[in-house]
């Protein structure tokens, strides 16, 4: 990915946050939900196989970590400390995958009982996953 999709991103957040606007926040989640992929961050484990998008836990409700890029995710990671995201060579584990495909995968977690998703966590947005469906909606109509 680019890096002029990175500072899209920040430039729509910041201006998201700044006006309160709708139409800001559907800019931004216009950019995001036309990425090619979105990326997750993931616990060391013995197995790849094992490795599953972390999910923390904020205000008492559990929420999916994702990021507009790896390396936002590689930064994010290397802040937890002891959060198992790190390995011996100091790199964060990435799960990327195509943005319909982690779509569908939130909306999975939502029924498992994850509450929401954030962004770019430490300078991101967030949703309850469940309003997903009425996002996506909302954007590709616009």
């Known amino acids: 990915m680019n890096s002029s999709?990175?500072?899209d991103i920040d430039l729509l957040l910041?201006?998201?946050?700044?006006s309160?606007?709708?139409?800001d926040l559907s800019?931004?989640?216009?950019?995001?939900?036309n990425l090619p992929q979105w990326h997750f961050i993931t616990q060391q484990t013995a197995n790849?196989?094992?490795?599953k998008p972390a999910v923390g836990m904020v205000d008492n409700k559990p929420w999916v970590f994702l990021f507009t890029d790896?390396?936002?995710?590689?930064?994010?990671?290397?802040?937890?400390?002891?959060g198992g995201f790190v390995d011996e060579s100091g790199n964060v584990m990435v799960i990327s995958t195509d943005?319909?495909?982690?779509?569908?995968?939130l909306l999975a977690l939502a029924s498992q009982g994850v509450y929401g998703l954030r962004f770019n966590e430490l300078n991101g947005w967030f949703s309850p996953i469940e309003n997903l469906p009425a996002i996506i909606k909302h954007v590709n109509k616009g």
């Open 48 to 51: 790849i196989e094992d490795r």
């Open 20 to 23: 309160g606007r709708n139409e």
């Open 5 to 7: 999709a990175h500072n």
């Open 70 to 82: 790896r390396q936002r995710a590689q930064e994010y990671g290397r802040t937890i400390k002891d």
């Open 27 to 33: 800019a931004l989640w216009k950019a995001a939900l």
């Open 14 to 18: 910041e201006k998201a946050k700044s």
């Open 99 to 105: 943005t319909q495909r982690a779509i569908d995968y």
